[in-house]
T-cell receptor
Framework: GAVVSQHPSRVICKSGTSVKIECRSLDFQATTMFWYRQFPKQSLMLMATSNEGSKATYEQGVEKDKFLINHASLTLSTLTVTSAHPEDSSFYIC?????????????FGQGTRLTVV | GESVGLHLPTLSVQEGDNSIINCAYSNSASDYFIWYKQESGKGPQFIIDIRSNMDKRQGQRVTVLLNKTVKHLSLQIAATQPGDSAVYFCAETTLNAGKSTFGDGTTLTVKP
């Protein structure tokens, strides 16, 4: 299957700082990428849909000014957690969908474990 | 072993037994369903999928059954192995939008 790479896999940051997480599709082009958040022992919750060359679409309750998404190319989307606080500590996962269109599955990255201290 | 009810969070089986994990979905317009396996500290790993125009699909040791009438999905794992221990999520998707809505997840523990 296709490969989605997420970086970093693990990050610890101080409260009030910002953290950038990268999601790359390695062997396909993705017009659409999705960002999910997963708290311990819970399911994945969609945060936003990232569209190449346009603004991201955020799910209800997700602060767009806090979780900045940039999808500048067909192989890269970034999620920046701004002014991070301990409650932002979570597992962040991206998925990417092949640009070849409807009917194709989305492939998941390996996730980023964010710990805010 | 078989999970009882639609949202049993844990399932424990003996190695070699068959496992059945159940999931209820909510959107009757969903046209694509996926089962994922997630090991601790890792992202979800695709297991098997099924389109809404099918009611059964088989893979290697796994079978997915779809009942659209009651909006129910199940994952059957044959001859369960210790390496199958993980959390299993079902996800429903509309192919147009591409985004997936995940179920609560079931933790499968395989005892040797």
């Amino acid at each position: 299957g296709a490969v989605v790479s997420q970086h970093p896999s693990r990050v610890i940051c101080k409260s009030g700082t910002s953290v950038k997480i990268e999601c790359r599709s390695l062997d396909f082009q993705a017009t659409t990428m999705f960002w999910y958040r997963q708290f311990p022992k819970q399911s994945l919750m969609l945060m936003a849909t990232s569209n190449e060359g346009s603004k991201a679409t955020y799910e209800q309750g997700v602060e767009k000014d806090k979780f900045l998404i940039n999808h500048a190319s067909l192989t890269l989307s970034t999620l920046t957690v701004t002014s991070a606080h301990p409650e932002d500590s979570s597992f962040y996962i991206c998925s990417a969908r092949d640009r070849r269109g409807a009917g194709t599955e989305a492939f998941f990255g390996q996730g980023t474990r964010l710990t805010v201290v | 072993g078989e999970s009882v009810g639609l949202h049993l969070p844990t399932l424990s089986v003996q190695e070699g037994d068959n496992s059945i994990i159940n999931c209820a979905y909510s959107n009757s317009a969903s046209d694509y369903f996926i089962w994922y396996k997630q090991e601790s500290g890792k992202g979800p790993q695709f297991i098997i999928d099924i389109r809404s125009n099918m009611d059964k699909r088989q893979g290697q040791r796994v079978t997915v059954l779809l009942n659209k009438t009651v909006k129910h999905l199940s994952l059957q794992i044959a001859a369960t192995q210790p390496g199958d221990s993980a959390v299993y999520f079902c996800a429903e998707t509309t192919l147009n939008a591409g985004k997936s809505t995940f179920g609560d997840g079931t933790t499968l523990t395989v005892k040797p």
